[in-house]
Structures are given as C-alpha cells and as structure tokens.
C-alpha cells in the first residue's frame, strides 16, 4: 500500500512538472512575441521620427508650417490603444494630461514633403555630377591634346636631332642647331598664340556685338506703339491666310496624290497578274517547244525505219517473186531421209562410244569416223 501511495505522489508530481513546463513554454513564447512587436513599433517610431527631424531641419527657426497644426488625442494610454502598440504606460500613477501628436494627413504630408527635397537634392547631385563629369571629360580632352603635342614635339626632336646622331656616330652636333631648332618651335608657339589670342578677341568682339543687337531689340520692343501692333496683327493675319491656303493646296495634292496612288496600286496589281500570266505562257511554250522537238525527233525515226522497212519489203517480195517451192511427195520424202540419217549419226556415234572404251582406238581411227560420219 505504501509504494502505492509513493507512485501515485510521484505520478502527480510527473504531472504536475509537466503543466508547469508547458505553461513555461507558452509563456516564453508569449513574450517572444511581444519583444518582436516592441522591435517593430520602436522601428516604425524611430523612422517617423527620423523623418519628422530631417523636415524640422530643413524648416529651420520659420513660421510652423499649417497643414501640420497640433491636434490634441487624449491620453497616454489612449493613445497607446490607437495605436495597438501592446504596451503598458510607466506613468500611469502621473497625471492623465492629453498629448499632442501628428494625424495620418499630417504623416503624409510630411513624408511627401521629404520625398520631393530628397528628389531635389539627388536632381542637384545628378546637375552636380554630370557638371563634374564634364569638366573632367574636357580636362581629359585638355591632357590629350597636350600629351599630343608633347609626342609629336618629341617625334620632331628626334627626327631632326637625335636621329641624325644615331646615324653619323662620333659626329658632334653644334649647339647652334639646337638652340635654333628651339627658337624656332618658341616662335612657332608664339605665333600660334598670337593666332588664338586673335580669334578670342575676334569672338568677343562678336559677342559684345550681338549683347548690344539683343539689347537693342529689347529696348525696340519696349518702345513699340499701337500702330505697330495694328500692323503686325495685320501681317499675322495674312500670314494666317496664306497658310489656309498652302494648307488647301496640300490637302488637293494630298488627295491628289492618294487618287494617283490608287492608280498605282492597280497598274502594279494588273502588272503582276500579267507577269505571271506571261511566265506561265513562256512555261507552257517552253513545254510545247520540248515537246514539239521530240515529236520531230520521233517522226524522223519513224521515217528512218519506215524507210529500212520499205527496202527489206522489197527485199521479201523479189524472193517471193523468185520463189519456187518442191512438191509435197519429194519433201516428206527427204524429210524421211533426214531422219534415217539422224538415227544412223547416232548409232554411229554409240558404237564409236563402246568401241573407244572397250578396245581403247587411236584418235586418228576416230577421226576417220567422224570424217565418215560427216560425210
């Protein structure tokens, strides 16, 4: 009875550890939960507030903007139920003063706001980027230029300085040459200085001409009275007329040039049906050609052999006019001889047969006999 009493206890208390632990792991996992709310909400929060001090800053010490007037929404923990935070407040036993926060307009206002000086800010830095690639590209073009020019001074230098003494070795080269081969490319840059500094005034020149016709323009345009607009409305409108009537003109050649297309499209369809009636003709002559050539050839063979045909016809009728045939008793008669004569060849031929493997004759004997035979 005792042990019973110990294993129902320790049943119990199996039991009992049991809903303990399962009531643990709910309990864990309730507060796993709420800890991946709070993340979600302080990130949500740190964000709006991110925003909000970027669009105070860019403010700055102004007017309170008004699409974003206070707006006064209860309590702390009214608050905390609107917004379905989950959170319990710490200031409860504090007292219960309404707070002012932004509405969902408001939000919206001020993240539209932000968006369109982010999107001004990255067109500035885009303006500034291509300004600066640009200037980077006309930089690279500048180095270009002068590391040409530096090549080709160079491939000159060689070619009229160093080359020569590779050439003729142990040969001095006066300084003279030198210092003159220089003086000529320093005067030759002057020179070419002078060219540009030229067309540089020349231009400006230009430049300050044109300012001076703008400006002129303008200051034409200022002084303008009513006759001359009376007089440019009357030009506008006939060159208003004038355009009605190229525009008429248009739309006749326009159609004009629609009913001539039409035309053209039926000539080429027509053109097309004809051309491939035409092959098909030149197909089918082609065809009777090749087949009239046969029938010429077939005919020319016909006549050939209706030509040999005649002459062994005439062959045949001189024999039958020539031919005399024996009487019927004289024929079976030889008829009757042939055979006696067949039947004698063979017994001939047998005893011939018997005599050559019986007495084993020479082959001059048998000679004689087919000799006699023959004959």
């Known amino acids: 009875m ?4 110990t294993m129902a206890t320790m049943a119990t208390m199996a039991t009992m550890a049991k809903t303990e632990g399962n009531d643990n792991e709910a309990d864990n996992k309730q ?5 991946e709310d709070l993340r979600r909400s302080n990130a949500e929060l740190r964000a709006e507030t991110e925003t909000f001090e970027r669009y105070v800053r860019r403010l ?40 002012q926060y932004l509405t969902l307009d408001q939000k919206y206002y001020i993240c ?11 067109e500035q830095l885009n303006k500034a980027s291509e300004q600066a690639l640009q200037n980077h590209k006309a930089m690279i073009q500048v180095t270009d230029k002068q590391l040409a020019d530096i090549k080709k001074a160079r491939y000159e230098f060689e070619r ?5 003494l590779r050439e003729e070795k142990g040969v001095m080269v006066r300084p003279e040459k030198v210092i003159r081969y220089i003086e000529d490319r320093i005067k030759a840059r002057d020179s070419l200085v002078e060219k540009l500094h030229l067309k540089n005034t020349a231009l400006c020149t230009q430049t300050r001409k044109l300012q001076l016709q703008l400006l002129h323009k303008e200051d034409m345009e200022e002084v303008l009275h009513e006759v001359d607009f009376q007089q440019l409305r009357i030009e506008n409108r006939q060159h208003l007329e004038h355009i009605d009537e190229c525009n008429q003109d248009l739309l006749h050649l ?6 001539t297309q039409k035309l053209l499209n039926t000539y080429k369809k027509k053109l097309e049906s004809l051309t491939s009636e035409s092959k098909l003709l030149s197909s089918d002559i082609a065809s009777h050609e090749d087949l009239l050539l ?6 020319q063979q016909a006549e ?12 045949l009728q001189a024999q039958l006019e020539d031919f005399s045939a024996p009487h019927v008793l004289e024929y079976m008669e030889a008829r009757a001889l042939h055979s006696q004569l067949e039947q004698s060849v063979k017994t001939w031929r047998r005893k011939i047969e018997v005599a050559e493997v019986r007495c084993g004759d020479t082959t001059h004997e048998n000679v004689m006999l087919d000799s006699q035979i023959s004959l």
């Open 31 to 35: 507060l796993v939960e709420l800890v």
């Open 112 to 122: 539209m706001k932000e968006v369109n000086a982010m999107r001004q800010d990255l």
């Open 294 to 299: 046969k029938t010429d050839k077939e005919t």
């Open 2 to 5: 005792a042990t019973m009493a």
């Open 254 to 259: 326009k159609l004009l040039a629609g009913n």
């Open 304 to 315: 050939e052999e209706r030509a040999k045909i005649e002459v062994q016809n005439k062959k």
């Open 160 to 164: 009229d300085i160093v080359k020569p």
């Open 60 to 99: 700055g010490p102004r007017e309170p903007d008004p699409q974003l007037a206070p707006v006064s929404v209860g309590t702390t923990s009214q608050m905390e139920t609107e917004a379905g935070r989950g959170r319990k407040s710490s200031t409860q036993g504090a007292s219960q003063e309404p707070f």
